[in-house]
C-alpha cells in the first residue's frame, strides 16, 4: 500500500553543524511532499514543500531535496541551533489527503 | 487572529462511554481532517472532509464518526466500539486544490480510565 517512512528514528547534531532527515517514499503519483516540524505536546508545523515536479527548493535555512529515482526526500537544517530540536515528519499530498511517516527525533547538542 | 482550535487540551473518560472532540476554524479552509499519534509514533488519518456534509474514512477510522454541518467545525466522536482510544488526536484544515499546506490545532491527548 501506500507509505511514507523515514530511515532514522532519532538524529544527534551539534549545535551550529548541518542536519539531514531522510525519508523514503512509495507513491508515484503524489502531488507535493511536505516537512513538518512538530514539538513536544503541540500540533506539527508546516516547514517546507515541494512539488513533485521539482528537485530542489530552498527556504530559510532549510532546503529539501527530491529525488523521484529512489523516491527519496530529504530536508536539509543549516546551521542547526537548539530551537530546531523537534520531530520532523514528511508527508505526502495526494488522492487530496495528507498522509505522514514516522518521523525522525532531532537532537541539538549544545 | 485566525486559526485552528481543539478543545478541551485534556480528556478522560471511562471505558465504555463515548466522547466527542472539538475542532473550529476560522481559516475559511474548505478541507479538514483528524489524525491520530500514539507515543513516539507517526500521524494516522482517521477521518477527512473535503466540503461541507461530505467526509471520507481514512486509515483508521473504525470505532470514530465525524460529522461536517458546518464549514467552520469537524467535531470526532471516539465511540465505545474504539478499542484503545488513548491517544493524542490532532485536527487540521487546509485549503483545497493541491497545495496540502495543512494548519494544526495543538492537540487533545484523550485517555481512557
Known amino acids: 500500500g501506500e507509505s511514507v517512512g523515514l530511515h532514522l528514528p532519532t538524529l544527534s547534531v551539534q549545535e551550529g553543524d548541518n542536519s539531514i532527515i531522510n525519508c523514503a517514499y512509495s507513491?508515484?503519483?503524489?502531488?507535493?511532499f511536505i516537512w513538518y516540524k512538530q514539538e513536544s505536546g503541540k500540533g506539527p508545523q508546516f516547514i517546507i514543500d515541494i512539488r513533485s515536479n521539482m528537485d530542489k527548493r530552498q527556504g530559510q535555512r532549510v532546503t529539501v531535496l527530491l529525488n523521484k529515482t529512489v523516491k527519496h526526500l530529504s530536508l536539509q537544517i543549516a546551521a542547526t541551533q537548539p530551537g530546531d530540536s523537534a520531530v520532523y515528519f514528511c508527508a505526502e499530498w495526494s488522492y487530496q489527503k495528507v498522509t505522514f511517516g514516522t518521523g525522525t527525533k532531532l537532537q541539538v547538542i549544545p | 487572529d485566525g486559526g485552528i482550535t481543539q478543545s478541551p487540551k485534556y480528556l478522560f473518560r471511562k471505558e465504555g462511554q463515548n466522547v466527542t472532540l472539538s475542532c473550529e476554524q476560522n481559516l475559511n479552509h474548505d478541507a479538514m481532517y483528524w489524525y491520530r499519534q500514539d507515543p513516539g509514533q507517526g500521524l494516522r488519518l482517521i477521518y477527512y472532509?473535503?466540503?461541507?456534509?461530505?467526509?471520507q474514512k481514512g486509515d483508521i477510522a473504525e470505532g470514530y464518526s465525524v460529522s461536517r454541518e458546518k464549514k467552520e467545525s469537524f467535531p470526532l466522536t471516539v465511540t465505545s466500539a474504539q478499542k484503545n482510544p488513548t491517544a493524542f488526536y490532532l485536527c487540521?484544515?487546509?485549503?483545497?486544490?493541491?497545495?496540502?499546506?495543512?494548519?494544526f490545532g495543538q492537540g487533545t491527548r484523550l485517555t481512557v480510565v
Open positions: 507513491n508515484s503519483a503524489s502531488d507535493y
Open positions: 472532509s473535503q466540503i461541507v456534509n461530505d467526509f
Open positions: 487540521a484544515s487546509s485549503t483545497t486544490g493541491g497545495r496540502g499546506e495543512a494548519f
